[in-house]
């Protein structure tokens, strides 16, 4: 776990600096999500309360983001970035739920509400990511495909917002 962060050259034509330091250390199910307004939502992952930061990577600063209450980002997360600039994060740990991150509501920071967390779809029984790996697949028709433990999958509807039967996948 660590709190430290670096810029990166996307053209790789510079060597990478220190960036920003996080306002609590970051472990396993730290994933991130940029948002409409370029900055990254950021879930501390391990933290048993949810914990998220928002990083501007032009003003290079972090302030503390929106709690998901009762929520532990664990290994295994993953962001699922939505056509309405909404997120589903999905817990990953043992857990099977999800959070909806929307970037429009909350306190004001900078002149940019920091967002909001609801309740997402609860994942299928069986269909948990249960601190092991996960992958997910946008297809061509809008919706994912959800990879968990390398023997099952579920489909989400991002339209729906619904997650439906756990299947078998090899």
């Not at 909001?116 to 269909?127: I, K, R």
């Amino acid at each position: 776990s660590s709190t430290t962060t670096n810029l990166i050259d996307p053209s790789m034509t510079v060597a990478p600096v220190a960036g920003t330091v996080l306002t609590a250390a970051a472990g396993n199910g730290t994933v991130a999500y940029r948002t409409p307004s370029g900055r990254y939502l950021v879930t501390i992952g391990g933290s048993a309360t949810g914990v998220t930061n928002l990083i501007d990577p032009s003003a290079l600063t972090v302030v503390a983001g929106p709690s998901a209450a009762s929520t532990t980002w664990g290994a295994g997360a993953l962001v699922l970035p939505l056509n309405d600039d909404q997120a589903l994060i999905i817990a990953g740990g043992a857990s099977a739920n999800t959070q909806l991150y929307s970037p429009y509501g909350g306190a004001i920071t900078g002149n940019t509400p920091i967002g909001t967390f609801a309740a997402g779809p609860v994942l299928p029984a069986g269909c948990e990511i249960n601190n092991a790996g996960s992958v997910a697949i946008r297809k061509s028709n809008g919706k994912y495909e959800i990879i968990s433990k390398a023997n099952v999958s579920v489909e989400y509807d991002p339209v729906l917002n619904t997650m439906g039967t756990c299947q078998a996948s090899g």
